[in-house]
């Protein structure tokens, strides 16, 4: 296993990656996963890094997450975790893009993401996708005990988060702040879909195609 991720956060930058300048890697010692590589860049350069230049064998999976926060519906356009999975998609690469739910007040148990992971991975290892493209996995908050009976294939939820935008008015009279504002969890939305659920405290596994339909 190697793992390339980017040094800082990176959320929302969908699939930005750098052309117009160099990436900084930096060779990490980590106590249990031992040497890995920080770049900073976005999740998509990791993994072009990854193929083109830090890993000389051959890669047989792109995992992309755990994310901190749903990656359901719309927010696959925007999601970074997303498109690390898609970019080993472009190269030819079997991936998967892995996000855990975020709620006020409930604490996120990264032990239960990572055991649900693990079996999830495993079992879509075993499946072949109808064409070019990728697994998406999104995990409830909290996840259930019985995970393994909560799993459901969905397609990815079609209608827009709502939104605000806080204004501010500048002293100059000419221009104007503004502060965006979302309430994920109360799209308006019926399932079955990766938002609901999620919303609903199941897991949610989708098949998203790289060009198109499956």
């Not at 900084?24 to 976005?42: P, S």
């Not at 927010?75 to 006020?104: C, H, M, P, W």
């Amino acid at each position: 296993m190697h793992i390339i991720a980017p040094k800082t956060e990176r959320s929302a930058c969908s699939h930005t990656i750098t052309v117009g300048g160099p990436i900084t890697v930096e060779r990490v010692k980590h106590d249990q996963l031992g040497t890995i590589f920080t770049a900073d860049g976005t999740p998509a350069d990791c993994v072009r890094l990854a193929v083109a230049a830090l890993i000389e064998k051959p890669i047989d999976l792109v995992v992309s997450g755990i994310n901190a926060g749903a990656n359901a519906g719309v927010d696959t356009f925007y999601s970074g975790t997303v498109a690390g999975a898609r970019e080993g998609a472009i190269l030819g690469l079997r991936a998967i893009a892995v996000s855990q739910a975020i709620r006020i007040g409930v604490t996120t148990d990264w032990s239960a993401a990572r055991d649900a992971t693990s079996f999830l991975v495993k079992e879509l290892l075993t499946e072949t996708l109808p064409g070019p493209g990728i697994w998406s996995i999104n995990l409830p908050a909290p996840i259930p005990p019985d995970a393994k009976s909560r799993i459901h294939r969905v397609p990815v939820a079609a209608h827009p988060m709502p939104m605000t935008f806080d204004r501010t008015d500048n002293d100059d009279g000419r221009t104007m702040e503004f502060g965006y504002g979302a309430s994920y969890w109360l799209r308006d939305v019926s399932g079955p879909s990766d938002y609901s659920v999620i919303r609903d405290g199941d897991i949610a596994v989708t098949a998203i195609p790289l060009f198109g339909r499956f």
